[in-house]
């Protein structure tokens, strides 16, 4: 059964840094494209970032470009979102997602997507709240 779990989420406070973990089981993540999506409370689920089967290409949104840093280690089947100079406003539960890389809603085989929909398998998210 395949399986996305995110982990590292946390309260911090506004300037701070935290690092998201998406963990995969029951398949190889090497073979997958990631994207990593927020949502935070009566808002529509927007793309944050992503990053292509081999690393080698990697979208950020606007508002966290600069940010955000996504990553992959393939070794330890995992990717990252390191998150620094976080804001109130990217409060929000964070999800990890996956698509093989032959997926018709990618361009490409070596792309990937901000955009939700092309993604079958998601984690079950974790909260990040940035307060004072």
């Known amino acids: 059964q395949l399986q996305l779990v995110e982990s590292g989420g946390g309260l911090v406070q506004p300037g701070g840094s935290l690092r998201l973990s998406c963990a995969a089981s029951?398949?190889?993540?090497?073979?997958?494209?990631i994207g990593w999506f927020r949502q935070a409370p009566g808002t529509e689920r927007e793309g944050v970032s992503c990053?292509?089967?081999?690393?080698?290409?990697?979208n950020y949104a606007d508002s966290v470009k600069g940010r955000f840093t996504v990553s992959r280690d393939n070794a330890k089947n995992t990717v990252y979102l390191q998150m620094n100079s976080l804001k109130p406003e990217d409060t929000a539960v964070y999800y990890c997602?996956?698509?093989?890389?032959?997926?018709?809603?990618?361009?490409?085989?070596?792309?990937?997507?901000?955009?939700?929909?092309?993604?079958?398998?998601w984690g079950q998210g974790t909260q990040v709240t940035v307060s004072s």
């Open positions: 997602a996956a698509v093989s890389p032959v997926s018709p809603g990618l361009r490409a085989y070596s792309s990937c997507s901000t955009s939700p929909s092309p993604y079958p398998y």
């Open positions: 029951g398949f190889t993540l090497d073979y997958f494209v």
């Open positions: 990053i292509s089967i081999w690393g080698g290409n990697t």
